[in-house]
């Protein structure tokens, strides 16, 4: 840990004396704020107050006490305050590294920053130093993990392969089907006999051997009947989640048993079925790249944090 450095203190009576001339000083409201004011946090020589605190999560508070009540509430605000503040408390690590490492910001990169979320629609007012300062910490903090995280991560071929390996599921091209279908609508929940024998006439016909083409002419109420019901290419995650559990057993020439929705009833034929491909390393290289750099750089700014952590004097008195 990282000692708080220390200044030559007053004694105790001109330590009073002093605070009071300064709250005398004060007009009552700022005096009042003042003494309601606290250090809830020290981040080796920083600190960080409650009103830091509360400025960090108000709006977060708003929306918690517009959607909870009572106990719920407070353990709730508990959380936000707690999470809020162990953010705050890494943000300033972070910050103070940069400050060693000599990493700056310039005011004219904070005009253009600034210049940008107002063509972005995002407006703040220049003018509120707390909100350059927001900008400016912002920048500062891109900067300090550009140099000491990202720029140190790699990622190299033989990564990129075993990626591949482990995770070729992820880079499947998804099932194609073809398929036709008869549809009779349930026009209202009072409809469902109605719809139900006649959907059952339709796979009765089926099951004698007649024409699937034929039956969704005199059955169906799709608009495709008219095509023999045929609905063409549709990929698999396109369904409804009973029509694809339906169809997934199924080889070409299959049909499906009634398939009961909202809307009525299907009765699904399998035409044509392309099996799930896998799109080959070269084709997901940069896909890859790009997956694996963002989890290494995650990893290692995890990594860099503890390790500020660990290094610095940290006293958490909220």
């Known amino acids: 840990m990282l000692s708080v450095s220390r200044r030559p203190c007053l004694s105790p009576r001109r330590t ?35 009103s830091d605190l509360k400025r960090e999560v108000a709006s977060q508070q708003e929306r918690i006490t517009r959607q909870h009540h009572g106990d719920d509430l407070a353990q709730r605000v508990k959380i936000a305050e707690y999470m809020a503040i162990t953010k705050m408390v890494e943000r300033k690590l972070q910050l103070q590294e940069a400050k060693a490492k000599k990493v700056e910001v310039s005011d004219q990169e904070v005009s253009q920053a600034l210049e940008q979320m107002k063509q972005q629609g995002i407006a703040p007012d220049p003018s509120n130093p707390l909100n350059t300062r927001t900008v400016k910490d912002q920048l500062l903090l891109l900067r300090v993990v550009a140099q000491e995280v990202r720029s140190n991560v790699m990622v190299g071929n033989s990564e990129m392969k075993r990626y591949y390996d482990r995770h070729r599921d992820r880079f499947a091209l998804p099932e194609e089907y073809l398929l036709s279908q008869i ?12 719809a139900l024998t006649k959907v059952r006439q339709a796979m009765d016909e089926l099951k004698r051997g007649e024409k699937f083409d034929d ?6 109420d799709a608009p495709n009947a008219v095509q023999g019901g045929r609905l063409g290419l549709v990929r698999q995650g396109e369904l409804l989640p009973a029509i694809e559990r339906a169809i997934a057993p199924l080889v070409p020439g299959g049909i499906s048993d009634i398939i009961e929705n909202d809307d009525g009833f299907h009765i699904i034929r399998v035409d044509d079925k392309k099996p799930k491909e896998f799109r080959s390393f070269e084709q997901v290289r940069y896909e890859i790249q790009s997956l694996v750099l963002e989890q290494k750089n995650e990893d290692m700014f995890q990594s860099w944090l503890t390790n500020l952590k660990n290094k610095a004097y940290i006293d958490i008195k909220f």
Do not use: G, K
């Open 16 to 50: 009073a004396a002093a605070w009071l001339l300064c709250l005398l000083a004060l007009p009552p409201v700022l005096a009042a704020a003042h003494l309601e004011d606290r250090i809830v946090a020290v981040v080796n020589s920083d600190l960080i107050m409650l």
């Open 183 to 194: 549809f009779v609508q349930r026009r209202s929940r009072e409809d469902t006999a109605d």
């Open 215 to 220: 039956v969704a002419l005199h059955y169906s």
